[in-house]
């Protein structure tokens, strides 16, 4: 069985809570990735902040990037995935939150990121094209 640390990319880098969307921004540009976990000062995951939060809810309403910190981003509680939760969990979780990228946790802590495109090349075709669809509509 395909788990979720199988196939996600392990040692994400968490975007503190109180640092500034600008900061997020400029460590998503050096990491080449297109989201981050927002972590707490308690080391707890408090959220994912991704470029397009940035662009559509920071940018987009005329706000300051660099005013307005990661933390004020996370909406709700985290949705997550267990580090030994399979493809088959890791496909569900997607469809039925409807997002692409999956913190991974083992236990408490913050193990990695799984995204839509790992979670598409552990499935069987039918799978991933059904994935893909569900996380295209609206």
């Known amino acids: ?12 880098e ?3 809570a109180e640092e500034s969307v600008l900061e997020a921004a400029r460590k998503m540009t050096r990491l080449e990735v297109g989201a981050l976990p927002i972590c707490g000062t308690d ?7 991704t470029d397009r939060d940035i662009v559509v809810k920071v940018l987009g309403q005329g706000k300051d990037p660099a005013a307005v910190t990661a933390g004020s981003m996370a909406q709700g509680e985290a949705v997550t995935i267990g580090a030994d939760d399979s493809a088959e969990e890791i496909f569900s979780t997607m469809t039925s939150h409807k997002v692409r990228r999956l913190p991974v946790i083992d236990g408490r802590r913050l193990v990695g990121m ?3 495109a790992d979670a598409a090349r552990a499935l069987s075709d039918p799978k991933a094209g059904q994935l893909i669809e569900a996380l295209s509509t609206d």
């Open 114 to 116: 799984v995204s839509l």
């Open 14 to 16: 968490c975007a503190g």
């Open 1 to 12: 069985m395909t788990t979720a640390r199988d196939i996600m990319t392990a040692g994400a």
């Open 43 to 49: 080391d707890r995951l408090k959220g994912v902040i």
